[in-house]
């Protein structure tokens, strides 16, 4: 008796449709360029010519989740369109392995980029020397590549003995085994660990964003104190400070938010599968279709996040909750003019 019911079937199981993988496929693909295009117009027409270690991770997180949108979709698309599974198209488990491999390798490798962008903005925050001393352009074209190295290797442990990849239902995907087996103890112990990190990974993000809040809002109610003193008839430079940052940290704080949302449920899932003898493919699938979205939610927040218009609301926000806290004249409208031409 196989494990999962469609490990070795060879037809896509005729209840299930290709139109949530093609939509899911065209906004990951869309979006994903989009932002690539307004990185590169940002490098191209910025006025500040350094650039960014937090610019490079974005782009490295934007190019992360291209990748894993063109590597993985077709084969699903094509899975469909053949009626037939991963298994049955490649008459052996290797296609099935490799589509395992590079769903956990894309599940694994935007965390990671996602929690150094987070490490980037609190050590710029916390630690101005440090980070203006050793954080530096090379230090962040080298962490893509460090995450790729880990990533491979971390998931390629299957291929080694430890963990298994199998095809889940509809047959169309394949992932590491989630349920326990007592016959594979290898399986159930890669799978506590996948889980595991991911689910540790989302709590380092969280937690590091909360930091950055408490301490961008002091600086900010700090500048605001002494704008409202000193700079009431004339424009200061002191009001802008933190003001990059504070675009940085709402990116990341939205990025982080849906991130913990879709990618959670994957731990849920590993823990149930392990502990319990529960074997629900329908969850598995919608498992699977939350943990892709990250690389579709994410260009697209970021290309809200860069808008005008969603910068002037934000800082009128944070105006409109100084004036109230704090009984200030709000800071005038030119800042938010002035953010928004800064770019990453």
């Known amino acids: 008796m196989e494990l999962y019911p469609c490990t070795k079937s060879r037809f896509i199981m005729s209840s299930h449709s290709v139109i949530p993988s093609s939509l899911l496929f065209s906004a990951g693909l869309l979006g994903n360029l989009i932002a690539l295009f307004i990185l590169w117009q940002h490098k191209l027409h910025g006025k500040n010519k350094k650039t960014s270690v937090f610019y490079i991770l974005v782009t490295g997180l934007t190019i992360t989740n291209l990748m894993g949108k063109c590597l993985v979709s077709p084969m699903v698309l094509a899975a469909y369109s053949k009626n037939q599974t991963l298994v049955e198209m490649a008459h052996n488990q290797n296609l099935c392995h490799f589509f395992g491999f590079l769903m956990t390798f894309f599940g694994l490798a935007p965390m990671l980029i996602l929690l150094a962008m987070a490490l980037d903005c609190w050590l710029a925050l916390e630690y101005p020397f440090f980070y203006s001393s050793y954080i530096t352009k090379r230090v962040g074209l080298s962490i893509p590549l460090i995450v790729n190295m880990f990533s491979t290797a971390f998931c390629c442990m299957p291929f080694l003995g430890f963990g298994q990849y199998e095809q889940y239902c509809p047959g169309s995907w394949c992932f590491i085994q989630m349920t326990s087996e007592e016959s594979n103890t290898s399986a159930f112990a890669f799978s506590m660990l996948y889980g595991t990190v991911t ?146």
């Open 199 to 344: 689910g540790l990974l989302v709590v380092a993000i969280v937690t590091c964003n909360v930091a950055i809040m408490k301490h961008l809002y002091r600086m900010y109610q700090s500048q605001n104190r002494r704008c409202s003193v000193s700079c009431k008839n004339k424009q200061d430079e002191t009001k802008q400070a933190g003001m990059e940052e504070m675009d940085h940290l709402i990116l990341l704080a939205v990025m982080s938010v849906l991130f913990a949302i879709c990618s959670l449920p994957l731990t849920v899932r590993v823990y149930i599968g392990a502990f319990t003898d529960e074997k629900n493919e329908y969850a598995d699938l919608i498992v699977l279709r939350f943990l892709s979205m990250n690389s579709i939610v994410d260009p697209w927040i970021f290309i809200i996040c860069r808008t005008s218009k969603f910068h002037t609301h934000i800082h009128r926000l944070c105006n409109r909750i100084h004036f109230k806290r704090s009984g200030h004249l709000p800071l005038s409208q030119h800042i938010a003019q002035d953010s928004t031409e800064r770019g990453v």
